[in-house]
């Protein structure tokens, strides 16, 4: 059974940094794309930042170029999104998203997600 779970979200003040930390089980981690998308309330689910299963390529949404950073650890099956200069616009739930195309079938598991809240 595939688990994704996220970590690391909460409140903070604009300005701030925090890492989000999103844990893998049950796929062999190494062979997969992660991504982090958020949501804000009533908005569509927009994606953050993408890492290759590599690691050799990342990209980032515009709004957050230069501000977050998105790694991987294939040792821990984990990736991680550090998120710095937070903006109150940055408020929304973050959620991490594991996917792998093998012989024409893909392969696509969600995290529950991680409230992220930049608020003075």
């Known amino acids: 059974q595939v688990q994704l779970v996220e970590s690391g979200g909460g409140l903070v003040q604009p300005g701030g940094s925090l890492r989000l930390s999103c844990t893998a089980s049950?796929?062999?981690?190494?062979?997969?794309?992660m991504t982090w998308y958020r949501q804000a309330p009533g908005k569509e689910r927009e994606l953050v930042a993408r890492?290759?299963?590599?690691?050799?390529?990342?990209n980032y949404a515009d709004s957050v170029k230069g501000r977050f950073i998105i790694s991987r650890d294939d040792a821990k099956n984990t990736a991680y999104l550090q998120m710095n200069i937070l903006k109150p616009e940055d408020t929304a739930v973050y959620y991490c998203?594991?996917?792998?195309?093998?012989?024409?079938?893909?392969?696509?598991?969600w995290g529950q997600g991680t409230q992220v809240t930049v608020s003075s």
């Open positions: 998203n594991a996917k792998r195309i093998l012989i024409g079938k893909t392969y696509d598991y």
């Open positions: 049950g796929l062999v981690f190494s062979t997969y794309a």
């Open positions: 890492i290759t299963s590599t690691g050799g390529t990342t």
